[in-house]
């Protein structure tokens, strides 16, 4: 009988929660301020984390910019100093946790106070066919798009749960929802990180910390020379261009501002996303299979062939330039 009752009150639930969202669509909902919080952002000395830098300024927050990379770190504080900011920078390595944990300790102490946003930013990729690919490379890219996520989250969540106030940004890929041949490492890497996201914000759920919000931010190719090259076929790309990334940011910060738990950008991404989910299992990936006529009619097979070429070209060239 009880299971009777909760499975009708499920039911209703899911019902208001699917009405509501779809009220949410036409009527946007109201932005939280975010004036005075604390945002920590990785990976921001470049392309989408010093335009996020940016961006949470113009909202009033205040930015702690951590990255590989002194100089280019300095130069996204100097554009958040311009624009009247406060700005805060740090040479971390997030690959490594032990350095991790060291800097949240030096922000906390430096600033007197707790980061209450978290954008997990910092990325890359190898950009060379697996079999041609040294070891290295391939644990560099899940250790910086996957095992990072792990170690920033546990430097600063248990503060956030303590107040029950924060956020925590991931920023994926459509590259983690669906995949493509020739970025085996990514794939991997970000397919691992929405499922680290998703775990953690059910565990949240499930623990009733209503404070702490998570956003999944899914953008398609951002033309930040991440994916110099990659390129599908010319009559879909004329409905799926490239993303210019200030526009990419201003996507991702309005999921982030309304609490949004997961942003595909754009919008026509969620496509591919729930064709796999109906079309394709694994199996499914194979010649003649609906997957694979899809992403053959699109020019989706092959689109990374272009990328691994530039990047091969890339690498020769400072090989040349080394010698
Ligand atoms: N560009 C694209 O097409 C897309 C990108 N994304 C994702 O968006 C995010 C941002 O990408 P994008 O701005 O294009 O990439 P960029 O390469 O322009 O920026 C990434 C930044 O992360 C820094 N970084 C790399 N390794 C580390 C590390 N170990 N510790 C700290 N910082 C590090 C980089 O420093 P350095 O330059 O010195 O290496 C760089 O400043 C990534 O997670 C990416 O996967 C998602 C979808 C599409
Ligand atoms: C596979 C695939 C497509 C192409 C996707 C591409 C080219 C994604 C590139 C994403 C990148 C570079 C993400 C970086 O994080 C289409 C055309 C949507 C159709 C459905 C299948």
Same mark, same amino acid.
């Given at each position: 009988m009880i299971f009777l009752m909760d499975l009708q009150m499920m039911l209703l639930d899911v019902i208001y929660f699917i009405l509501r969202n779809s009220v949410r669509v036409v009527l946007r909902p109201r932005t939280k301020p975010i004036d005075g919080e604390l945002v920590l952002i990785t990976g921001s000395g470049g392309g989408l984390g010093r335009i996020f830098a940016q961006e949470f300024t113009?909202?009033?927050a205040e930015v702690v910019l951590w990255d590989i990379d002194s100089s280019s770190n300095e130069q996204t504080a100097k554009l958040v100093h311009e624009m009247g900011g406060k700005a805060h920078t740090y040479k971390v390595d997030v690959t490594n946790s032990e350095d991790v944990y060291r800097h949240a300790e030096l922000v906390r102490k430096d600033l007197?106070?707790?980061?209450t946003m978290l954008v997990n930013n910092a990325g890359v990729v190898a950009g060379q066919r697996m079999l041609d690919c040294p070891d290295e490379l391939i644990?560099?890219?899940?250790?910086?798009?996957?095992?990072?996520?792990?170690?920033t989250v546990k430097a600063f969540l248990p503060q956030m749960k303590a107040q029950n106030h924060g956020h925590i940004v991931t920023i994926?890929?459509? $590259?983690?929802?669906?995949?493509?041949?020739c970025v085996e490492d990514y794939c991997a890497s970000k397919f691992a990180a929405v499922g680290f996201? /998703?775990?953690?914000?059910?565990?949240? $759920?499930?623990?009733?910390v209503e404070g702490v919000k998570m956003t999944l931010v899914c953008p398609y190719i951002v033309d930040t020379g991440m994916? /110099?090259?990659c390129k599908i076929r010319e009559e879909v790309e004329l409905l799926l261009p490239p993303l210019e990334p200030q526009y990419c940011v201003e996507q991702a910060m309005n999921a982030i501002l309304i609490d949004q738990p997961l942003v595909c950008i754009p919008r026509l991404t969620y496509l591919p996303f729930l064709s796999r989910a109906i079309l394709c299992s694994f199996?499914?990936?194979?010649?003649?299979?609906?997957?694979?006529l899809q992403y053959r009619f699109m020019g989706s097979d092959k689109c990374m062939f272009p990328f691994i070429d530039?990047?091969?070209?890339?690498?020769s060239n400072s090989v040349v330039k080394v010698e």
């Amino acid at each position: 009988m009880i299971f009777l009752m909760d499975l009708q009150m499920m039911l209703l639930d899911v019902i208001y929660f699917i009405l509501r969202n779809s009220v949410r669509v036409v009527l946007r909902p109201r932005t939280k301020p975010i004036d005075g919080e604390l945002v920590l952002i990785t990976g921001s000395g470049g392309g989408l984390g010093r335009i996020f830098a940016q961006e949470f300024t113009k909202h009033g927050a205040e930015v702690v910019l951590w990255d590989i990379d002194s100089s280019s770190n300095e130069q996204t504080a100097k554009l958040v100093h311009e624009m009247g900011g406060k700005a805060h920078t740090y040479k971390v390595d997030v690959t490594n946790s032990e350095d991790v944990y060291r800097h949240a300790e030096l922000v906390r102490k430096d600033l007197g106070r707790d980061v209450t946003m978290l954008v997990n930013n910092a990325g890359v990729v190898a950009g060379q066919r697996m079999l041609d690919c040294p070891d290295e490379l391939i644990e560099r890219t899940m250790k910086v798009n996957c095992h990072a996520l792990f170690w920033t989250v546990k430097a600063f969540l248990p503060q956030m749960k303590a107040q029950n106030h924060g956020h925590i940004v991931t920023i994926a890929s459509v $590259l983690g929802l669906f995949s493509t041949a020739c970025v085996e490492d990514y794939c991997a890497s970000k397919f691992a990180a929405v499922g680290f996201h /998703e775990s953690l914000a059910h565990e949240l $759920l499930a623990e009733e910390v209503e404070g702490v919000k998570m956003t999944l931010v899914c953008p398609y190719i951002v033309d930040t020379g991440m994916f /110099e090259g990659c390129k599908i076929r010319e009559e879909v790309e004329l409905l799926l261009p490239p993303l210019e990334p200030q526009y990419c940011v201003e996507q991702a910060m309005n999921a982030i501002l309304i609490d949004q738990p997961l942003v595909c950008i754009p919008r026509l991404t969620y496509l591919p996303f729930l064709s796999r989910a109906i079309l394709c299992s694994f199996s499914d990936c194979c010649h003649g299979t609906p997957m694979w006529l899809q992403y053959r009619f699109m020019g989706s097979d092959k689109c990374m062939f272009p990328f691994i070429d530039s990047k091969k070209k890339q690498l020769s060239n400072s090989v040349v330039k080394v010698e």
